[in-house]
């Protein structure tokens, strides 16, 4: 074995002394409000969290004015999301304004970096203290520290790299879809990217964890595990010399019970053909394949630190197709990266047009502090950007809508989620292949599967009926 950074079982311990010493000195009531943003990877932390102050006698609220705990997970991928995240804090202001004893925490990406744990403690007199991501393991240790001590903490200097934290308690959202983390940070250092700041240098858990997690989870009844990490490719390399992620997801298909798995995210740089091969022999997983390109054009790609080129991407492109024709493939685009040509963004549009994505996610390039992109010369000015995010959305839009009314008149088997939240006469779920399905139905089917015959589409969704 290489590089193990599994927390040993005495500083996990410690952790749990800590809950212990929590819910001793809190009176009995107390409730906790957590409000994330950002990825999958933040949410499955916030289950991590929500299952500690669990654990510490809180129950968890969905109303922030009722809670004596408020925690705010926060992402920093992009501008906008980090403004978010402060605008929501400033409105917890006005809650402690009315209620002393309340305590904020905040936690998650934006606030692992330096300057912004700093200027929280400076502006923010009311946030009480932070805790990075590296470090949310720490989150019983810090809270009790405030309530016995009433001193406000800043310090992230802790575990840069970042560590692995296995047992705490958790929380989950929804008690038939289910996250899994299998590794955690990320080494790419892609030139636009903070992730890597923020989230520490890519560490796997070990297999023995992650199979049984997903054996109890199988055993629980959850219909759909979603496998997480920055680049699930390279899952093990810190870990195994001869272990890796297609062998980690040929054992989670070995696990008894009905359920579907789903991974994120590749980095197209290591995908390899043994995964493909894996997903066309397991009926397990689900036949979708996020692969995030970020741009068409080579000389961006270089820019951007990718290590991957068109060519090595329209060939793993193929490749999948030849081994699961009907595979869903979707992607993650970057428009206006500092640089970016006219002539480069038409080499995206023409990778649209050869690849037909079922669905893309596309994003307007957002300088992110301390990262490579941010001191390059020639940044795209705003409204070349917002135009061509307009042409980038508007032909893929037309390449979703002719993929989904394939589907016309199909029937499909899908999960069902819940209410839809445009329209509360509908159930949504989705297929395997992650397609967006909306019908009229009972709330007793949300949690199981149902059959839809698909009578209609739009770009991002599909409508049917119950069989
Ligand atoms: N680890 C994943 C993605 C993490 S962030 C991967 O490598 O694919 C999710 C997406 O946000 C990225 O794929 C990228 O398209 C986008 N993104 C990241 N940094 C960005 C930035 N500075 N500006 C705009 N979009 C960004
Ligand atoms: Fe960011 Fe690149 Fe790492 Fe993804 S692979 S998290 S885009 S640095
Ligand atoms: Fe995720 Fe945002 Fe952090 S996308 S990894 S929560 S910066």
Redesign the pocket.
């Known amino acids: 074995m290489k590089k193990d950074k599994t927390l040993s079982a005495q500083e996990t311990e410690k952790q749990f002394e800590f809950m212990d010493k929590v819910r001793k000195y809190n009176r009995e009531g107390m409730r906790a409000y957590i409000e994330t943003f950002g990825?999958q990877q933040n949410e499955a932390d916030s289950e991590r969290l929500a299952g500690m102050a669990e654990y510490m006698g809180y129950t968890v609220t969905d109303d922030p004015s009722d809670a004596d705990l408020i925690v705010v997970n926060t992402c920093a991928?992009?501008e906008h999301a980090e403004l978010k995240a402060l605008s929501v804090t400033g409105q917890f202001k006005h809650i402690k304004q009315n209620k002393s004893g309340l305590i904020i925490a905040m936690c998650g990406c934006m606030v692992s970096q330096e300057h912004r744990s700093q200027s929280i403690k400076n502006s923010y007199p009311y946030v009480d203290f932070v805790f990075d991501t590296r470090s949310l393991h720490t989150f019983p240790e810090r809270l009790y520290e405030r309530l016995v001590t009433g001193k406000r903490s800043f310090d992230i200097s802790g575990s840069q790299e970042g560590v692995i934290a296995e047992g705490l308690p958790v929380r989950r959202a929804s008690d038939f879809k289910a996250w899994l983390s299998v590794m955690y940070g990320?080494n790419?250092f892609?030139t636009?990217?903070?992730?890597p700041y923020v989230r520490g240098r890519e560490r796997s858990r070990r297999r023995e964890n992650i199979l049984e997690e997903a054996r109890q989870l199988a055993a629980s009844g959850y219909r759909e595990i979603t496998l997480l990490g920055?680049?699930v490719n390279s899952y093990g390399n810190d870990l195994y010399d001869d272990y890796d992620f297609a062998d980690l997801l040929a054992d989670i298909c070995r696990t008894d019970g009905d359920f579907t798995v789903r991974f994120?995210?590749?980095?197209p740089k290591d995908a390899t053909r043994k995964l493909i091969d894996t997903m066309a022999e397991n009926a397990k997983i689900a036949k979708q394949f996020h692969l995030?390109l970020?741009s068409g054009s080579d000389r961006i790609l270089g820019l951007m630190n990718r290590k991957y080129n068109r060519d090595r991407y329209l060939d793993l492109v193929g490749y999948m197709r030849l081994k699961i024709p009907d595979i869903t493939i979707t992607t993650?685009?970057?428009v206006g990266f500092p640089g970016e040509t006219e002539e480069d963004f038409e080499m995206t549009l023409d990778m649209l047009s050869r690849v037909q994505y079922d669905n893309i996610?596309s994003?307007?390039?957002?300088?992110?502090k301390g990262?490579p992109?941010e001191k390059m010369a020639s940044q795209v000015p705003d409204d070349v950007k917002k135009e061509r995010f307009e042409r980038l959305i508007e032909l893929q839009n037309g390449i979703s809508r002719r993929k989904n009314e394939e589907y016309i008149g199909k029937t499909i088997r899908v999960l069902v989620e819940g209410r839809s939240k445009t329209d509360d006469s509908k159930l949504t779920g989705r297929n395997e292949k992650n397609r967006l399905v909306h019908f009229e139905g009972e709330d007793s089917l949300i949690g199981g599967y149902a059959d839809v015959t698909v009578e209609s589409v739009q770009p991002h969704a599909l409508f049917g009926r119950l069989v």
């Open positions: 990825c991928v992009r990320c790419n892609c636009y990217c903070i992730v920055q680049n994120m995210t590749s980095h995030p970020q993650d685009i970057i996610f994003f307007i390039y957002s300088k992110r990262t992109a």
